[in-house]
């Protein structure tokens, strides 16, 4: 059995900065209101001709140049994304082209925000069975296209962006205590109504735009995500105490804070990006990861909490050490 140990980390975000200001003149809203709400100052949004795969493709060429390895020492792509270039084939096999990957396989998996964690949790499985030696698990979404505009419960919320992990198989000697320890996950297809997409090819032919059912997708978060903390962490004898640090979903800072105080959990051991960054859906843990390894926070041996929570419903935890 082999443990998949992190190696690399990059993202990337988009050029273009809409601001709280940008959205009070084409919706209802101001500053304010939406900073109140859900602590986002500011976001993202990929241009017109900025594809999904281009932000995957720059997170992916960063993170390999974190692990010191090109594109051809990958053989496995796990693409986590709600916004693929195309129905088919998976944005997964346009990186894996641009990148010099040769074989192994590439795919994509759909999750929403809690895409990343799905994505983490498969290369795991193929690395510690054995069947990939050295894995790129990307979270990339262009989610700008998915909003209505007029909707300010939502287009407030969302914005672009990619981030990536290199994997590496290596025997518990090799890991020497590091890598992905456990990962769980859940979801329950009742509460598909309360976050969706109003559209699809085999329902609309349309691609649809977000719908939220925000106070109850709120009260979910909190408590799923604590649950699920909780399941993480019994499962392998562990307190909130060993946690060096969080680094959640970036959906709401009022969740995320919510969280942790259901927890116990100090804030100044969570990672938050989502002031800056808004809600980048299955992007927003490896991006946060990267500004955290980035500015020294996160080091070598440190304990780290991942969670998500997305439409489905989907949420799950991994504990990773780095």
């Known amino acids: 059995m082999f443990h998949s140990v992190v190696t690399g980390c990059g993202a990337f975000l988009p050029e273009k900065i809409v601001t709280n200001a940008d959205l009070a003149e084409i919706v209802e809203t101001s500053n304010e209101w939406i900073v ?3 602590g986002i100052w500011e976001r993202r949004i990929a241009a017109d001709d900025e ?54 396989a590439a795919f994509d998996i759909q999750a929403v925000c809690s895409g990343f964690i799905y994505a983490l949790a498969v290369a795991d499985n193929f690395i510690r069975l054995g069947q990939a030696k050295r894995a790129l698990v990307i979270g990339a979404e262009t989610f700008s296209r998915l909003l209505d505009w007029k909707d300010r419960s939502t287009c407030v919320l969302f914005g672009d962006g990619a981030g990536a992990l290199v994997l ?16 769980h996950l859940h979801s329950d297809g009742r509460l598909e109504n309360i976050l969706y997409v109003d559209g699809g090819p085999s329902s609309t032919g349309q691609v649809g735009k977000v719908r939220m059912n925000g106070k109850e ?9 604590s649950s699920v903390i909780e ?85 799950g935890a991994a504990l990773i050490r780095w």
């Open 231 to 315: 399941e993480a962490l019994m499962a392998n004898h562990l307190k909130v105490s060993d946690i060096d640090w969080m680094v959640p979903h970036q959906a709401n800072q009022r969740i995320i804070d919510g969280t942790a105080r259901k927890l116990g959990l100090s804030s100044d051991r969570v990672v938050s990006t989502i002031a800056r960054h808004g809600n980048t859906s299955a992007a927003s843990i490896p991006m946060a990861l990267a500004e955290a390894i980035g500015d020294g926070r996160i080091k070598q041996g440190d304990l780290i909490l991942t969670e998500a929570i997305g439409g489905g419903l989907t949420w």
């Open 36 to 38: 109140e709400r859900t």
């Open 168 to 183: 590496e198989g290596k025997t518990e000697a090799e890991a020497g205590g590091r890598g992905i320890i456990s990962t």
């Open 51 to 104: 594809k999904t795969s281009d932000l995957a493709l720059a997170a992916a060429r960063r993170a390999l140049a974190s692990a010191g390895i090109e594109g051809r020492d990958i053989d496995l792509i796990v693409l986590a994304t709600t916004t693929p270039d195309r129905t088919f084939p998976a944005t997964a096999v346009r990186v894996q082209k641009e990148i010099g990957m040769e074989g192994g």
């Open 217 to 225: 997708v709120f009260r979910q978060a909190v408590t799923r995500l």
